[in-house]
């Protein structure tokens, strides 16, 4: 394997260590009652950009016309905005466990839509791929046993499932033109773009959230939402968007509820059997053989 592609492979591995571990981390800060989701969508999308734009002060700066700004907030709003922002929010109306499952679809719907739009070709190695992939996930998930649901779990299954189809669109449309410019000034302006569509909408919650009761360990994982479940995250999916295929991108999203597992045993909040072993092998089988399925021969 190419020391580009190896790259990219780390990048996506990283990207999805880290969302893993945001899930219950985020979970911790919604169970004090005090952050709502869309405080948290806030957080999520205005502290990265803060970031990103200082950083953008230590680099060169590259001169983005307008034309490609407006590309950038595209990019913005569905590969940032709707796609946090509906999954938060869809999670608040559903179980976590019936939301993993509808996540576990983001990979079919990228393989689709790289297929209509770059005429990506669908292999049997990349449809069985994806198939073992979902399969492992569904069983890691139902593995966890029955979970309370939410408060409207069809609505909530409905929103979750537009914030995969918002990611599998950015994905695929804005696959080639990413490449034209730095990734901190991708990131700068996807996520400042975001910001001014989040903020301005959430008014109420920011006025709402008692913020002299957020406690420490809250804070702490806010912060980590925001340092390592977006700005880093977001880091390194760009880094692996670059290197590789959408449909393989995509593959990864199929890490984090083996993430999530392993985090529950080493918490003891779960217990490691040979069935979840079985879905942890069928998960990284599923991405090895869409790694070796045909690609488009400008690849």
């Known amino acids: 394997m190419e020391m580009s592609k190896a790259k990219g492979h780390l990048a996506m591995l990283g990207a999805n260590v880290m969302w893993g ?4 981390v985020a979970k911790m800060v919604f169970a004090a009652g ?3 989701p869309m405080v948290m969508v806030d957080f999520r999308v205005a502290g990265a950009a803060v970031l990103f734009w200082l950083t953008s002060l230590f680099l060169p700066r590259e001169h983005v016309p307008l034309g490609d700004i407006l590309r950038l907030a595209g990019a913005g709003m569905l590969g940032v905005l709707f796609n946090q922002g509906f999954f938060i929010v869809g999670v608040s109306l559903t179980s976590p466990g019936e939301a993993s499952l509808v996540t576990t679809t983001m990979p079919m719907w990228v393989m689709l839509l790289a297929w209509l739009i770059l ?8 449809a069985g791929g994806i198939a073992l992939g979902a399969a492992g996930a569904i069983i890691l998930i139902a593995g966890n046993g029955a979970q309370a ?4 779990p069809a609505l909530g299954d409905a929103i979750v499932l537009a914030a995969q189809l918002c990611y599998a669109l950015y994905l695929t449309l804005y696959r080639n033109f990413i490449r034209k410019y730095s ?6 302006w996807m996520f400042l773009s975001a910001t001014v569509v989040a903020l301005p909408s959430s008014i109420h919650w920011l006025g709402a959230t008692e913020w002299s009761a957020v406690s420490l360990p809250e804070w702490s994982g806010i912060a980590y939402v925001v340092v390592c479940g977006t700005f880093l995250a977001y880091v390194c999916v760009m880094i692996g968007q670059k290197r590789l295929r959408p449909t393989l991108v995509g593959m990864y999203n199929y890490v984090q ?3 999530a597992t392993i985090t529950g045993v080493c918490l ?3 217990v490691f059997t040979p069935l979840k072993a079985l879905a942890v092998a069928l998960i990284f089988s599923g991405v ?3 790694t070796v399925s045909k690609a488009k021969p400008t690849d």
């Open 268 to 270: 003891g909040l779960d």
């Open 257 to 259: 509820p083996v993430v």
């Open 34 to 36: 005090v952050v709502a």
């Open 119 to 126: 005429r990506e070709p669908i292999t049997a190695k990349k």
């Open 21 to 24: 571990l945001m899930s219950p």
């Open 149 to 152: 649901r939410g408060s409207s």
């Open 183 to 188: 990734l901190v000034t991708l990131m700068k």
């Open 288 to 290: 090895w053989l869409v």
